[in-house]
């Protein structure tokens, strides 16, 4: 058996070519220098996994006193039960554990697991599909000349999205500090359907805070527009506001993105009947773990579950199950190359091919890390355990 020695985190630094607004929406920018963190487990054979994460999600206090204690000497590949360990850390942590850093100590186990067993992670959780259609993602609606200013500028882009093999495309529209508003959205929705024609799949991701009745008029709109599915147009602490407004749409309530509670959460979005299909993402609800489990519950429920965001452990989740259609790719933008790897990363692990995406064959989560470029920009590292 071999054990959890070691637990350590690698802050160094890398560029973006993307700028993040006061409201946390991401746009295209000039490159500039910024710090990410690699979370590291690491066993008594010397066998180690990976994870990418936020420095601030990883810091010291959170490995030193929690993820670390959590995982020391146990066995490295109980990943069901140190989820569970780390997880109920959480009630005594006031807030200093989260779900994401709970996920990057849960993902890093499997990539462990995968690179220990020889396999990639979607095969050793069950293995249903190696390939899977994407959607485009775009990026949130800005003031940028010639970006994702006007309707036209999404018609533009999303015949262009087309052509690059697309067949889903999932509109974010304006949101604060952008103008933004019901009549925008429409407009932008209604000009992406004119340019694309009615065989493309479209999705909407508007604006996170319209009232009931806002929420009602663009829902409306969307029906008349063929949307494929319909995505946190209102606060989602309020399910009864979502059952509310999937009673009365025929577009596909798609939920919750952002609720906390893991699996749990999801669990009483369905009984509610507050969303047709469910939706789980792997770093902002805990990890591959509860992720699987939100899948299978919607499965169990007869409902389609698509997974937030992209990269590896969502890819993971995806390959191992099939009641979900899709894979989210981007966020992409008329202005920005997302098939250009960051310096830290020798390939992305999501090319797109003939509109899918195949899963990753290497073992583990199929990460491709530059380790020579992340050990010669290292600029902290903290940890518990021998080095």
């Known amino acids: 058996m071999a054990v959890v020695e070691r637990v350590g985190v690698t802050v160094f630094t890398t560029v973006t070519r993307s700028v993040v607004d006061g409201h946390g929406h991401r746009h295209p920018g000039p490159p500039r220098e910024v710090r990410e963190a690699l979370l590291t487990i690491t066993d008594s054979d010397g066998v180690t996994g990976h994870c990418l994460a936020a420095p601030d999600t990883v810091r010291e206090a959170v490995i030193t006193s929690h993820i670390g204690p959590a995982l020391a000497g146990q066995?490295?590949?109980?990943?069901e039960r140190l989820w569970h360990r780390v997880a109920r850390r959480q009630r005594g942590a006031q807030g200093n554990l989260s779900d994401r850093a709970l996920s990057a100590a849960d993902q890093a186990l499997w990539d462990l697991a995968g690179r220990r067993l020889g396999l990639p992670v979607w095969k050793l959780l069950g293995?249903?599909?190696?390939?899977?259609?994407?959607?485009?993602?775009?990026?949130?609606?800005?003031?940028?000349?010639?970006?994702?200013?006007?309707?036209?500028?999404y018609a533009a882009f999303a015949k262009d999205l087309v052509s690059r093999g697309y067949r889903g495309i999932k509109l974010h529209t304006w949101m604060p500090p952008m103008p933004y508003g019901?009549?925008?959205?429409?407009e932008a929705c209604a000009a992406v359907r004119d340019a694309v024609g009615p065989d493309v799949a479209l999705m909407l991701?508007?604006?996170?805070?319209?009232s009931r009745s806002e929420a009602l008029t663009l829902g409306r709109a969307l029906d008349e527009l063929?949307?494929?599915w319909y995505e946190e147009p209102m606060e989602e602490a309020s399910v009864q506001s979502y059952r509310w407004l999937a009673d009365q749409l025929r577009t596909p309530i798609l939920g919750p993105e952002t609720s906390w509670g893991k699996h749990m959460a999801r669990a009483e979005w369905v009984a509610a009947g507050a969303c047709d299909i469910l939706r789980v993402g792997v770093v902002g609800s805990g990890g591959i773990i509860p992720a699987v489990k939100a899948v299978h519950l919607a499965e169990s429920f007869g409902m389609d579950c698509e997974i937030h965001g992209n990269g590896s452990g969502a890819l993971a989740v995806i390959g191992a199950t099939l009641c979900g259609r899709w894979y989210e790719r981007g966020l992409l933008h008329p202005h920005s190359d997302y098939d250009t790897p960051a310096p830290h990363l020798r390939s992305i692990v999501d090319?797109?091919?003939?509109?899918?995406?195949?899963?990753?064959?290497?073992?583990?989560?199929?990460?491709?890390?530059?380790v020579d470029y992340i050990a010669s920009r290292t600029v902290a590292s903290w940890g518990t355990g021998s080095q």
Do not use: Q
Not at 75 to 79: A, E, G, K, V, W
Not at 205 to 210: C, I
């Open 205 to 210: 991701d508007s604006n996170h805070w319209y």
């Open 127 to 153: 293995g249903a599909r190696a390939e899977v259609p994407a959607y485009a993602s775009t990026m949130c609606g800005d003031d940028i000349p010639g970006g994702l200013a006007t309707p036209e500028d």
């Open 75 to 79: 066995d490295s590949l109980d990943r």
């Open 182 to 186: 019901v009549d925008r959205d429409i």
């Open 351 to 370: 090319p797109l091919v003939d509109g899918k995406v195949r899963m990753p064959d290497a073992p583990g989560l199929g990460d491709d890390l530059d």
């Open 226 to 228: 063929g949307f494929a």
